[in-house]
């Protein structure tokens, strides 16, 4: 059973930083790419980071230069570094499978997330 479990979020001052992580598991987690998807109210969850097998990576233009997507295979978590927050970076952070079905992960299948609140 594929388990995504995002952690890490809350509420920071414009200028700060926050690291999230995501512990995986169900899935061959090293194969796979991974990427870090951002929904803010009322918007369409967006693919800002993601990272190869490996471990090259490539971000959103709005988060580049600020955010860090790294991996550690051999504890099957991704990570988010994300420094010179802003607020429009206000969301609920999810990882996942950028291609799911070479993962084996229902394509609706998201975890709880994890808040990020970053105020000006």
């Known amino acids: 059973q594929v388990r995504l479990l995002e952690s890490g979020g809350g509420l920071v001052q414009a200028g700060g930083s926050l690291r999230l992580s995501c512990v995986a598991s169900?899935?061959?987690?090293?194969?796979?790419?991974m990427g870090w998807y951002r929904q803010a109210p009322g918007k369409q969850r967006e693919l800002v980071a993601a990272?190869?097998?490996?471990?090259?990576?490539n971000y959103v233009d709005s988060v580049k230069g600020r955010f860090t997507i790294s991996r550690d295979n051999d504890k099957n978590t991704v990570y988010l570094q994300m420094n010179s927050l802003k607020p429009e970076d206000t969301a609920v952070y999810y990882c996942?499978?950028?291609?799911?079905?070479?993962?084996?992960?229902?394509?609706?299948?998201w975890g709880q997330g994890t808040q990020v609140t970053v105020s000006s």
């Open positions: 169900g899935f061959s987690f090293s194969s796979n790419a």
């Open positions: 996942n499978a950028p291609n799911r079905k070479l993962a084996g992960i229902d394509d609706d299948y």
């Open positions: 990272v190869s097998s490996s471990g090259s990576s």
